[in-house]
């Protein structure tokens, strides 16, 4: 599985910004998709996921509200957009597929795109 992901760039706060990702290679129509990112200088963290038929989706607490977690499972494709941006959600985001949530709520996934830079300025 390949996942490029498009979309990232420079914002101003409480812009919005829209983050795609493109899979190719073994279908991943039913498997669970999501977003993770990783702060400079931060561990990288779970930001949103989505299960195969959209019924289920999960949001880290910081992101809940502004973000909005898509995909069209028949183009093996997923959406991230982020509205009223901060600071502090300046990080490379990246599209991963196949998660699993482990205990508390900590997440894993098999596959990841090689990241997109978002860069939210005050």
């Known amino acids: 599985v390949q996942l490029v992901e498009s979309g990232g760039g420079v914002v101003q706060v409480g812009d919005s910004l829209r983050l795609s990702c493109a899979s190719s290679?073994?279908?991943?129509?039913?498997?669970?998709v999501g977003w993770f990112r990783q702060a400079p200088g931060k561990e990288r963290e779970f930001v949103a996921s989505i299960n195969w038929v959209g019924a289920s989706r999960y949001y880290a607490e910081s992101v809940k509200g502004r973000f909005t977690i898509s995909r069209d499972s028949a183009k093996g494709t997923t959406s991230l957009e982020m509205n009223d941006l901060k600071a502090e959600d300046t990080a490379i985001y990246f599209c991963?597929?196949?998660?699993?949530?482990?205990?508390?709520?900590?997440?894993?996934?098999?596959?990841w795109g090689q990241g997109s830079q978002v860069t939210v300025s005050s």
């Open positions: 290679g073994r279908s991943i129509g039913r498997s669970t």
């Open positions: 991963a597929a196949d998660l699993r949530r482990g205990s508390g709520n900590t997440w894993y996934a098999q596959y």
